[in-house]
């Protein structure tokens, strides 16, 4: 289950890259009501690169403070 807010990815040109697309919903699923995607700017606030759980994860063992 994801927990996080989803997008539906209608006509979305990121959403094949976009965590908030590709996660496994969950049987209580909350997605946006409104597509985040900004046409005319061609930018989404609320992107999730599929990449950022590892990379997150890598900064977390590069900076994780040894006993």
């Known amino acids: 289950m994801a927990d996080i ?3 539906s990815g209608k006509d ?3 959403k094949r890259n ?3 697309f590709t996660a496994t919903a969950g ?6 009501s ?5 046409f005319e700017t ?3 606030e609320m992107f999730w ?3 950022t759980d590892e990379i997150y994860n890598q900064l977390k ?3 994780k403070i040894k006993d």
């Open 12 to 14: 979305c040109p990121l």
């Open 18 to 20: 976009c965590k908030r």
């Open 27 to 32: 049987m209580w699923q909350s997605y946006f």
């Open 49 to 51: 690169n599929t990449n």
């Open 5 to 7: 807010t989803m997008c």
């Open 34 to 38: 409104i597509l985040p995607y900004n």
């Open 42 to 44: 061609k930018i989404c």
């Open 61 to 63: 063992e590069i900076t």
